[in-house]
T-cell receptor, first 114, second 109 residues
Framework: ETGVTQSPTHLIKTRGQQVTLRCSSQSGHNTVSWYQQALGQGPQFIFQYYREEENGRGNFPPRFSGLQFPNYSSELNVNALELDDSALYLC?????????????FGEGSRLTVL | EDQVTQSPEALRLQEGESSSLNCSYTVSGLRGLFWYRQDPGKGPEFLFTLYSAGEEKEKERLKATLTKKESFLHITAPKPEDSATYLCAGWDSNYQLIWGAGTKLIIKP
């Protein structure tokens, strides 16, 4: 069973640039959600994708956008980067067929905005 | 507004010294309460889900309990490898997780 994988693991960008983060979901999982985790804080929900559609969104501006592909992998795109976007970005996968709500997380992408 | 609050922010224990971590919640239509463990620079790792008040679950040295207002993660005779940040999250009526900020647990040998 393949776990959730994210890339890149670390990256540095400058203010105003754009970034794309990638996530491959765990085998058998059809739902992907993205979280932002600032240092010393809990994860903050960005959005969730199911069947290639966004089906839930947290309190994040439109410059945070995403995609889900037919193989259930996903991308998170952030435009016009701001200093406060520096954080660990976590991808989590789950199955809509499960009623437990359990999420399986990747190891995250650490984004630093200078 | 839905909220999850964890205490203490940090806890230092000697190896073998048992203690408890607290998670207080106000989550409308709570479907479940999750506990995760997070090591530095890693993603959270699932530990437990509790669905109703009075429920308890155990895994090795950890035991999670749930009441109508809070959850406790009890750690018995901890070892240095139990050092991590422990996160709790409430699963709300919209199937979203509301996360606490975590308790950083340090177990000294």
């Amino acid at each position: 069973e393949t776990g959730v994988t994210q890339s890149p693991t670390h990256l540095i960008k400058t203010r105003g640039q754009q970034v794309t983060l990638r996530c491959s979901s765990q085998s058998g999982h059809n739902t992907v959600s993205w979280y932002q985790q600032a240092l010393g804080q809990g994860p903050q929900f960005i959005f969730q994708y199911y069947r290639e559609e966004e089906n839930g969104r947290g309190n994040f501006p439109p410059r945070f956008s995403g995609l889900q592909f037919p193989n259930y992998s996903s991308e998170l795109n952030v435009n016009a980067l701001e200093l406060d976007d520096s954080a660990l970005y976590l991808c989590a996968s789950s199955s809509s067929r499960s009623n437990t709500g359990e999420l399986f997380f990747g190891e995250g992408s650490r984004l630093t905005v200078l | 507004e839905d909220q999850v609050t964890q205490s203490p922010e940090a806890l230092r224990l000697q190896e073998g010294e048992s203690s408890s971590l607290n998670c207080s919640y106000t989550v409308s239509g709570l479907r479940g309460l999750f506990w995760y463990r997070q090591d530095p620079g890693k993603g959270p790792e699932f530990l437990f889900t509790l669905y109703s008040a009075g429920e308890e679950k155990e895994k090795e040295r950890l035991k999670a309990t749930l009441t109508k207002k809070e959850s406790f993660l009890h750690i018995t005779a901890p070892k240095p490898e139990d050092s991590a940040t422990y996160l709790c999250a409430g699963w709300d009526s919209n199937y979203q997780l509301i996360w606490g900020a975590g308790t950083k647990l340090i177990i000294k040998p």
